[in-house]
């Protein structure tokens, strides 16, 4: 009983709980966007910073933050600019009445400098920065001169270093606005917005100076927390460098702050380097520097209370959100967080460009669906309709006159229209020739017979132009629609694979370095990209190896030993130079290869050809072997073949459906011109997974396959392309097997032997006497028989032969035991 209960009390507390987790996470989420739209929507924190560098001074004296900082923020957001203005003079008054009505006075100066020449938009930044210096200085000048009664070199002197560090600190300040005042998505910052922002806090923090909380000093307990967090969120670099800059302007603030800048910049560096051990490695790498730098800057006498600041800029550090740290990160080239917001950012690129190619998929496959759709009985409601029509024009060429109109269609109706729909339909079956036994039959019953029928056979003429006409229009539809499902098609293929997102595969690329290196071979990355079986995808870099052929000979057959099937090399790029990495991509090796051979001769022994031919590898492991023979000989007929390959080619490797490819190029080539220039087609696609091959025959000559002492012939009928815009494409498959030999020609060969009567029993014949299964001496022996058997050449000649084997690598597996995956 006890158990029962217990097992359902657990769940309904672990239920609980997780709504109590949920609950305080939204209050944490509410919580932090009402604290961030209050600071940086409202411009609190814009108050604060304004406070902060009003009161920082450099040498106890200059005050070149304030200005600049007003004008930044009138130029970026001038909506803000009144609650910086108070944030600064505020903090100005704080150190001294003077030094709030001469910051006064000088944004007052600046603002109306600005209203009298305001800049324009392509120079405004340099121009602000030259106002801010114009008024530091002559606000500067009146200052002394109404203090003193006297200006001397020396005074002169500092107003120019003040003013040219505010003229300077106005165009870095400008950059770092945007990141405070703006909520902008999250992007990558440059080298100089880094060290802009780094400036600005560092400046901000020298307000602090001679604040001090039980004698520990504020600035440098902020100064050692910015050091952490940017030590942990960048890395040793970014961290020394804010130890370097934040030293830097504490230095310029105060002499006795100059050893600071040594224990900033260790501590970044050291923080950064232990940033593996997150916050606990970063906040050790600030102790030890504290201790050698201390120990080595001020002796043994402060160094306690020095650990006591850098332990309370490290209870600040540990108290900090990792989302924080994490948000900073992120802007930092080179952090895996900005690595990843990127692959992220990248990642709804892509999402986004294969929702729309899908969405444009969509639409060609609804206009394809909106094409081939055919309404059967709007169909046969039109047929009645023109036949209606067809009646209608025969009557009133005959009828409307003849005396017996009223008996034959208002008592007799059914009876004329049927006689006049049979002697239509006999006309229609015979040729325009009426059977005897009908005319007599309608001769009996029509008074104006021979009349009637001579209309209904002139009518016919142009209700069946008119049908055929209807026809090409059904089968032009038909035509678009196929290609548009075919475009659908390749679209959609297209957008699945722009979404095929690169799989992690830490462990398995791991493990494949573990084994390769385990053999005694250095490599260095290893990406897997695809680790299906048939289709493996890896990318490596490997050392220059001078030309000894490691990845062909030792990495590719230990890949075939890991992942249990062949893998070979795709890919290579070699170093350029000793020392460099070659990077060579491995993938499956095909179960089979197809090695081909051509024989050609042109007409009278001539130079251009009326055939053309192409052997090419197409995508998703297919191979196409394609003749074609241009209408008659010469130039034209050479160029109307190469061009039907040309298109078709660019159909295949596009992806579109065999069929739908030669149907399109035929669309084209017969919508083209209106010459009679025709060309034929053979095309052979064979899979080298397993060897099945589709022929697609347009009016071509048999092909045939060789295996062993067996012939098979493959052969079919079509018009040839271009004649008319819609045929229909008869395909032909076959088992292929290791070992067979094809043999594709154009009607040249065929039918060159003037003197053999059976040559289809003549070429089977010379096939089977062949000592040979090498492709292209077979294609040289054939061609070399035809000329002989005929004595000239008459004709255009193109022999193709393609032999199937098994691709066998040229290296075996290498055994190797420390890894093993199956797909």
């Known amino acids: 009983m006890e158990k029962i209960e217990r097992n359902i009390i657990e769940p309904i507390t672990d239920v609980h709980l997780d709504e109590a987790k949920t609950g305080v996470l939204n209050w944490l989420q509410h919580l932090q966007k009402k604290t961030e739209d209050i600071f940086v929507r409202k411009g609190i924190v814009l108050a604060i910073i304004g406070f902060l560098l009003g009161r920082a001074l450099i040498l106890s004296q200059l005050a070149p933050f304030g200005l600049p900082f007003f004008a930044a923020v009138y130029m970026i957001r001038r909506d803000r600019a009144p609650i910086s203005l108070i944030g600064l003079v505020a903090g100005a008054f704080s150190v001294h009445y003077s030094n709030g009505i001469s910051l006064f006075a000088s944004v007052f100066l600046l603002l109306l400098i600005y209203k009298i020449k305001e800049p324009g938009l392509d120079t405004q930044f340099k121009t602000m920065s030259l106002y801010v210096f114009t008024s530091l200085v002559v606000v500067g000048v009146a200052e002394q001169y109404i203090r003193n009664r006297t200006f001397q070199i020396y005074d002169g002197m500092m ?105 900033l910049a260790f501590s970044g560096l050291l ?36 650990m006591y600041e850098s332990l309370a800029s490290v209870a600040l550090f540990l108290l900090t959100p990792a989302t924080i740290i994490g948000n900073i990160a992120k802007h930092i080239p080179g952090t895996m967080e900005h690595s990843y917001e990127q692959q992220q950012y990248m990642k709804r690129i892509r999402d986004v460009t294969a929702q729309r190619v899908a969405q444009f998929s969509n639409v060609f496959e609804a206009l394809s669906a909106s094409f081939s759709q055919i309404d059967e009985r709007v169909d046969v409601e039109e047929e009645d309709k023109e036949l209606d029509y067809f009646l209608s024009n025969v009557t009133e060429k005959t009828c409307q006159i003849c005396f017996k109109k009223e008996q034959c269609w208002s008592k007799n109706f059914d009876t004329t229209y049927e006689g006049m729909q049979e002697i239509m339909r006999q006309l229609y079956e015979n040729d325009g020739q009426l059977p005897q036994q ?13 009349q009637v029928i001579s209309a209904i056979s002139q009518e016919l003429m142009y209700y069946q132009a008119n049908q055929r006409l209807k026809k090409q229009v059904k089968e032009s539809r038909k035509l678009v629609a196929d290609q548009l499902l075919g475009v659908s098609a390749v679209m959609d293929d297209f957008a699945k694979e722009i979404q095929r997102e690169r799989q992690n595969h830490h462990i398995q690329e791991e493990q494949i370095r573990e084994a390769i290196q385990d053999f005694g071979l250095s490599i260095g990355h290893v990406e897997i990209y695809s680790l299906e079986q048939g289709n493996v995808d890896i990318e490596m870099s490997v050392p220059y190896c001078n030309g000894r052929g490691e990845c062909e000979k030792l ?56 055939d053309s031919y192409t052997t090419v590898e197409i995508g998703c492991g297919k191979y196409a072997i394609a003749i074609s023979d241009g209408m008659g000989n010469g130039e034209r007929a050479h160029f109307e073949s190469t061009e039907t390959l040309k298109l078709l080619q660019k159909f295949l490797l596009s992806g579109i459906e065999e069929k739908i490819a030669i149907k399109s190029v035929n669309s084209v080539l017969s919508l083209r011109t209106t010459d009679e220039i025709f060309s034929t087609l053979d095309l052979a696609m064979i899979d080298l997974q397993d060897a099945k091959a589709k022929f697609l025959k347009i009016c071509s000559i048999p092909s045939f396959i060789k295996r062993g002492d067996k012939l098979i012939k493959i052969e ?101 035991n420390s890894f093993r995956k199956r797909a």
Request: hydrophobic content about 45%.
């Open 159 to 263: 107003i120019g270093i003040e003013a040219g560090l505010a003229m300077i600190l106005t165009l870095i300040f400008i950059q770092c606005i945007p990141l405070l005042s703006i909520r902008k998505k999250t992007q990558g910052l440059k080298t100089e917005e880094i060290i802009s922002v780094i400036i600005l806090l560092a400046s901000v923090m020298t307000g602090t100076i001679g604040w001090a909380i039980y004698d520990l000093s504020v600035e440098h307990i902020l100064s050692r927390y910015l050091v952490l967090v940017f030590g942990l969120a960048g890395g040793a670099a970014i961290g020394s460098t804010v130890g370097v800059v934040t030293g830097l302007i504490f230095s310029l603030a105060s002499i006795a702050s100059l050893y600071q800048m040594s224990l």
């Open 438 to 450: 009908t005319a007599k039959e309608w001769g009996k019953y029509c008074s104006r017979s021979p």
């Open 555 to 610: 990495i590719a057959p230990m890949l075939s030993d890991i992942l249990g099937e062949t893998i070979v090399v795709h890919s290579e790029e070699c170093a350029a130079y000793p020392n460099g990495q070659c990077h060579t991509v491995f993938r499956s090796a095909k179960k089979f290869t197809v090695e081909t051979g051509v024989a050609h001769a042109a007409k009278g022994g001539g130079l251009v050809s009326g």
């Open 716 to 816: 079919s009928g079509n018009l040839p392309m271009g004649i008319i815009q819609e045929f229909d494409v008869d395909v032909v498959s076959e088992e292929l097997k290791a070992g067979d030999l094809l043999i594709m020609m154009s009607d040249g060969i065929f039918e060159a032997p003037g003197h053999v009567e059976n040559f289809d029993f003549w070429m089977k014949r010379k096939l089977k006497e062949l000592k040979t299964d090498d492709p292209q001496e077979v294609a040289d022996i054939i061609l070399e028989e035809v000329i002989r058997a005929k004595g000239t050449i008459d004709d255009d000649m193109t022999i193709v032969t393609a032999r199937i084997k098994h691709n066998t690598p040229k290296w075996a597996a290498i055994p190797v």
């Open 271 to 306: 923080g950064g380097l232990l940033k593996e051990g997150k916050k606990a490695g970063v906040s050790i790498g600030l102790l030890i520097a504290t201790l050698l730098i201390g120990l080595y800057g001020e002796g043994s006498n402060n160094i306690l209370l020095t």
